[in-house]
C-alpha cells in the first residue's frame, strides 16, 4: 500500500533550467494538492486538482504550472527555475466523499535546490 | 479566509515532562482542525483532528487536544514526552470549501532533552 509517492526525493538545479515533480497516489483520491515548505512560513499551496483534467491555482503559484492528466498523478512543473524555488515540495491527496474531515494523506517530499 | 497562528516556534522540554503546542486559528464557523507531526526528513503525518463533538480529542503515540471555541484555540498536549517526539508540528484548519482545502500554520519544532 504505497499511498503517495514523490519522485525524486531530491534534486539540483541551475537557475534557468526546467524540471517536473511527480506525485502519484493509488487510493482512488479525487482531490490531490502540491505545497512548498518554507522554514518558519509552514506549508503553502501551490496548486491544486479536484479531478482528472482539473487544476486551480493556490496561495503560491506563480512560477509553477501543473497538469492532472491522470487521475492517480499530479505533475508540477518549474519552467525556469530560481533560487526562490528552492524549497521541499509536498504532495498530498484527499477523498472527495469525506469532505475535509479526511484531512490530506503526504508524500515524504522533494528537496529542491535552486543554484 | 481562514488563518492559523503557532506562537511558539521552538520549544524544548525535558524527556518526561509534558507539553503542550499553541494553535489558534480564525475562522467564521465550525472548523475543522488537525495536528500532523513531521520527523526529520519525512512527510507529515496525522496524529488528529477534530471536526464535531467531544472538544477533547485522542490521538496517536499518546497526543490529546483540546478546541475550545471561546479561544479559538486546539492546543495539542502530551503528559509525558519521549525522546522520539522530537520533530515539528503543524497546525492546519480546514473548511466546507472547494477543494477541502488545508491551510497550515507555520509549524513549532519540539526538541527534547534527555
Known amino acids: 500500500n504505497a499511498g503517495v509517492t514523490q519522485t525524486p526525493k531530491f534534486r539540483v538545479l541551475k537557475t534557468g533550467q526546467s524540471m517536473t515533480l511527480l506525485c502519484a497516489q493509488d487510493m482512488n483520491h479525487e482531490y490531490m494538492y502540491w505545497y512548498r515548505q518554507d522554514p518558519g512560513m509552514g506549508l503553502r499551496l501551490i496548486h491544486y486538482s479536484v479531478g482528472e483534467g482539473t487544476t486551480a491555482k493556490g496561495e503560491v503559484p506563480d512560477g509553477y504550472n501543473v497538469s492532472r492528466l491522470k487521475k492517480q498523478n499530479f505533475l508540477l512543473g518549474l519552467e525556469s527555475a530560481a533560487p526562490s524555488q528552492t524549497s521541499v515540495y509536498f504532495c498530498?491527496?484527499?477523498?472527495?466523499?469525506?469532505?475535509?474531515?479526511?484531512?490530506?494523506?503526504f508524500g515524504s517530499g522533494t528537496r529542491l535546490t535552486v543554484v | 479566509a481562514q488563518s492559523v497562528t503557532q506562537p511558539d516556534i521552538h520549544i524544548t522540554v525535558s524527556e518526561g515532562a509534558s507539553l503542550e503546542l499553541r494553535c489558534n486559528y480564525s475562522?467564521?464557523?465550525?472548523?475543522?482542525l488537525f495536528w500532523y507531526v513531521q520527523s526529520p526528513g519525512q512527510g507529515l503525518q496525522l496524529l488528529l483532528k477534530?471536526?464535531?463533538?467531544?472538544?477533547l480529542v485522542q490521538g496517536i503515540k499518546g497526543f490529546e487536544a483540546e478546541f475550545k471555541r471561546s479561544q479559538s484555540s486546539f492546543n495539542l498536549r502530551k503528559p509525558s514526552v519521549h525522546w522520539s517526539d522530537a520533530a515539528e508540528y503543524f497546525c492546519?484548519?480546514?473548511?466546507?470549501?472547494?477543494?477541502?482545502?488545508?491551510?497550515f500554520g507555520g509549524g513549532t519544532r519540539l526538541m527534547v532533552k534527555p
Open positions: 477534530y471536526f464535531s463533538g467531544d472538544t
Open positions: 475562522y467564521g464557523a465550525t472548523p475543522y
Open positions: 498530498a491527496s484527499t477523498p472527495f466523499k469525506t469532505g475535509p474531515r479526511y484531512g490530506y494523506t
Open positions: 492546519a484548519v480546514g473548511n466546507n470549501n472547494a477543494g477541502n482545502m488545508l491551510t
